[in-house]
Nanobody, 119 residues
Framework: QVQVVESGGGLVQPEGSLRLSCAAS????????MAWYRQAPGKQRELVAS???????NYADSVKGRFTISRNSAGNAVYLQMNSLKPEDTAVYYC?????????????WGKGTLVTVSS
């Protein structure tokens, strides 16, 4: 099956930067889109950024101009460069893949990586 693993989270000061990584492994045939979501305590999970096979990107208004989503040339990894971090960016960040695997075309999720922006 397809496996999704995030890394790069940690503690950072306001105005600092972090780079999150997400790697897909296993029997994955095609990855059509990749995205980063986040969920803070007491809040709804929200879409942060997404990138599609046609290189189209989308960002939440709250991160535009600060975050950049990208992927590797092989198309099996996605990154989120986070600059000018704010305390409200504190959340668990989840990687999402819409991909075709052994069990068909569906969404695959990582377990999340915690980003904490201290004051």
């Amino acid at each position: 099956q397809v496996q999704v693993v995030e890394s790069g989270g940690g503690l950072v000061q306001p105005e600092g930067s972090l780079r999150l990584s997400c790697a897909a492994s296993g029997t994955v045939f095609s990855i059509y889109s990749m995205a980063w979501y986040r969920q803070a305590p007491g809040k709804q999970r929200e879409l942060v950024a997404s990138i599609h096979s046609g290189s189209t990107t989308n960002y939440a208004d709250s991160v535009k101009g600060r975050f950049t989503i990208s992927r590797n040339s092989a198309g099996n990894a996605v990154y989120l460069q986070m600059n000018s971090l704010k305390p409200e960016d504190t959340a668990v960040y989840y990687c999402n893949l819409y991909a075709g695997g052994v069990d068909g075309l569906k969404d695959y999720w990582g377990k999340g990586t915690l980003v904490t922006v201290s004051s």
